[in-house]
């Protein structure tokens, strides 16, 4: 983890995923995960059979391009090879970091923020001007 960031972003789920790719052109943004890889609960909890529980193209995930449509109701393969091809396509491979676990969070008087936590068992403590959490309510 950087020292410094402009825009951390903790979660690399879907919704942190996207956040961090619109705001990628313009700030430098780092993100967080505490699990060993991205996609949220679709990486973590589901499995082969698990589908999105919505009609498409409610569900994708904007900014990304493919080849080919996500069948309607997609299934747990196409929402993990979007969220590949999001982190490929907007160039945020070296901005992510996996096995990172926020444990405390300070807010300054000027509104910036100090982040820390362990990366692996290694500690770490960045600064960052703005702080997105996009996390689930399991958290």
């Known amino acids: ?3 410094q960031s402009s825009v951390i972003v903790v979660g690399a789920g879907l919704a942190g ?9 313009q ?3 780092e993100i967080i995960e505490k699990s060993a890889g991205a996609g949220g ?3 973590s909890t589901s499995n082969a059979l698990s589908r999105v529980n ?4 409610s569900y994708r995930i904007p900014g990304v391009a493919r ?5 309607n109701h997609s299934h747990q393969h196409e ?3 979007d969220v590949r ?4 396509q907007h160039g945020l491979t070296r901005h992510l970091h996996t096995r990172c676990e926020v444990r405390r969070v300070l807010t300054s008087e000027d509104g910036g923020h100090l982040v820390g936590g362990l990366q692996d068992t290694r500690s770490f403590r960045t600064a960052c001007e703005v702080l997105v959490l996009a996390t689930n309510r399991r958290l």
């Open 1 to 3: 983890m950087p020292s």
């Open 17 to 25: 995923l996207t956040i961090a790719s619109v705001v990628a052109p």
């Open 27 to 29: 700030a430098n943004v």
């Open 41 to 43: 609960v679709w990486w």
């Open 54 to 57: 919505s009609s498409e193209p």
């Open 67 to 71: 080849t080919a449509h996500n069948t």
């Open 79 to 81: 929402i993990l090879d």
């Open 85 to 88: 091809r999001l982190i490929e």
